[in-house]
């Protein structure tokens, strides 16, 4: 469980992280189950939107970019 999880939970995840390399979901602790490479750095890790967005989710030009498409980390959004 991810902090913004643990204090600020509506149920399901906002986004979820998939290592880039292979497309497999990360556990908590940035290990890839299907490859498994341990600590996966930021820049091969991949945000996808989850199924958590709420209903009248933000509509700020990162919120809506968050939304559209999976993006890699440490890559500019926008
Ligand atoms: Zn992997």
Redesign the pocket.
Known sequence: MRWDERHFATGEPLRTFR?A????ELDPDSR?P????VD?PPGDVEAHPGPGIPAEPRQDPVGVALRQRPHRLLQPLL
Do not use: E, I, N, R
């Not at 390399?21 to 497999?24: D, E, R, W």
């Open positions: 290592h390399v292979c497309g497999a890839c299907t490859c498994g490479q996966v």
